[in-house]
Nanobody, 124 residues
Framework: VQLQASGGGLAQAGGSLRLSCAAS????????VSWFRQAPGKEREFVSG????????YYADSVKGRFTISRDNARNTVYLQMDSLKPEDTAVYSC??????????????????WGQGTLVTVSS
């Protein structure tokens, strides 16, 4: 298993959840890891990403100031702390690993490995 995601669940609006993505093999050796999400009837969208070496972070405008991405290089694990959750954050969240150092972090086609999705449901 290259990427193992966990931590989804049910939260109330304004609440918090933390997602984890454990990377192994080539998925843990490349440029970095990002989270994408897909809500019912909508296209998949970039949420946040982080580079393994520098820790440089990327965020979608819709989650800036509410979500925080971090990494533990010793554990090859990336975390997504989601605070101030909104019902519109409800989606299946998937982590993805990017092995190439070039290319846009925001583009799903740049990623080589995908973990299974974890469902996040935010009730109003």
């Amino acid at each position: 298993v290259q990427l193992q995601a966990s931590g989804g669940g049910l939260a109330q609006a304004g609440g918090s959840l933390r997602l984890s993505c454990a990377a192994s093999g080539r998925a843990g050796a490349g440029s970095g890891v990002s989270w994408f999400r897909q809500a019912p009837g909508k296209e998949r969208e970039f949420v946040s990403g982080i580079r393994w070496s520098s820790g440089l972070r990327y965020y979608a405008d819709s989650v800036k100031g509410r979500f925080t991405i971090s990494r533990d290089n010793a554990r090859n694990t990336v975390y997504l702390q989601m605070d101030s959750l909104k019902p519109e954050d409800t989606a299946v969240y998937s982590c993805a690993a990017k092995t190439r150092y070039s290319g846009d972090y925001f583009v799903a086609e740049q990623y080589d490995f995908w973990g299974q999705g974890t469902l996040v449901t935010v009730s109003s």
